[in-house]
């Protein structure tokens, strides 16, 4: 007599999530009439005597501190969703700046102080002609390509072998601090061919339009809020993805995703590798917008302060680490005017805080209050 077996039951998967809530959207449909009308309004339209006006000055600060932003949320791809903690984004970041710069520089032409094709420091240095990695710095294309290659590449080739040597936690943040620092002093040397200790700067024109005009500051700081939006909802995406599963499944128990089939090198790489991007596409917006790159971006303790940025505002939160680069760089900006021998100690205090009282950060503490309502 043949017994009845009982129905197969399949496994539910979780119904995919909407990119962003109905406030979500209002928040960055906000945002982005903020960055594309409002700001330039303000500062192209808007009298210099009125109170609505925004000052130039303005302009160059928002638009450097939404580059930081980028590399805020980078920092929480990797940090807060995958559970790596580096301390060297700074390289990164200056990788994509220096591309950048070397383009800038090849766009100066003989307006420089010596009147050379060459850039102003090979003339004093008594260079006789451009070293081989310059060959295609007068091309915009090319320099494009560069920004997102060579961090990339960097980024993989070093991934590769750190996370084959299965190498993490403080181990791993110690040795991309240790890379940043020995590319920092690479680059203070005259023979590289970067400009040494004064790297470059005096740009004049970008793609054709001048650096120094409203308009072309303007349009950077544009270009700067979209990349910064573009980037904020292709995180989102991402994260929401059995790709973004499975790294917040790395965070937190890598060796059982290694029992249930999955390799977590290929992930820990790709989210690597797209970060170190991330960052080289901010340092190519940063350097026009402030008109200077040297070694000191590599600095270990600017790769310190995209992490302090991302804990500030909570990590795995994706819009904390962007609201981080703008309250710690908002009152670096006001403390090194009002208070500059304190501005450090504040620094530290913010971060040791954090760690013990808002270890989810601002995002976190609002989450908390909004619950308790």
């Keep these: 007599m043949q017994r009845d077996l009982p129905p197969t039951v399949g496994v539910v998967l979780p119904a995919p999530r909407p990119l962003l809530s109905k406030s979500g959207w209002t928040g960055f449909l906000v945002a982005l009439v903020l960055v594309c009308a409002v700001a330039p309004v303000l500062n192209l339209v808007v009298p210099e005597g009125s109170v609505f006006h925004m000052s130039d000055y303005a302009v160059a600060l928002v638009g450097k501190i939404m580059c930081y932003a980028i590399c805020a949320l980078a920092m929480d791809l990797i940090w807060g969703y995958t559970g790596i903690l580096s301390l060297g984004h700074g390289l990164f970041f200056a990788l994509g700046g220096y591309a950048m710069g070397m383009y800038l520089m090849r766009q100066i032409g003989r307006e420089g102080h010596y009147k050379s094709d060459l850039p102003d420091f090979m003339v004093f240095l008594d260079w006789k002609a451009l070293p081989w990695h310059w060959t295609f710095s007068d091309s915009f294309l090319a320099t494009a390509l560069f920004i997102v290659a060579v961090p990339g590449v960097v980024a993989f080739v070093f991934g590769y072998f750190a996370f084959r040597s299965r190498i993490k936690g403080v181990y791993f943040s110690i040795i991309t601090q240790a890379m940043t620092y020995a590319a920092m002093l690479l680059f203070f040397r005259n023979e590289t061919g970067f400009g040494g200790n004064n790297g470059f700067t005096d740009f004049k024109r970008i793609v054709g339009f001048t650096i120094a005009t409203p308009s072309t500051r303007m349009a950077l700081f544009v270009i700067t809020g979209l990349t910064l939006l573009g980037f904020f909802l292709m995180a989102r995406w991402l994260v929401g993805s059995k790709f973004g599963r499975v790294l917040q499944a790395i965070r937190d128990a890598e060796s059982r995703v290694m029992f249930s089939g999955y390799n977590p090198i290929g992930y820990k790489l790709a989210i690597w590798t797209l970060s170190a991007v991330m960052c080289g596409v901010a340092g190519a917006l940063y350097v026009p917008q402030v008109g200077i790159i040297n070694p000191s971006e590599m600095s270990p303790a600017n790769s310190i302060e995209i992490a302090i940025w991302a804990a500030v505002g909570g990590r795995a939160t994706l819009v904390g680490p962007i609201l981080g680069a703008f ?24 971060f040791i805080a954090v760690t013990l009282f808002l270890p989810n950060g601002v995002v976190g503490l609002a989450r908390q209050v909004w619950r308790k309502k």
């Design 327 to 350: 309250i710690v760089n908002g009152a670096k900006s006001w403390l090194t005017v009002t208070a500059p021998e304190f501005w450090l100690y504040f620094l530290g205090a913010l």
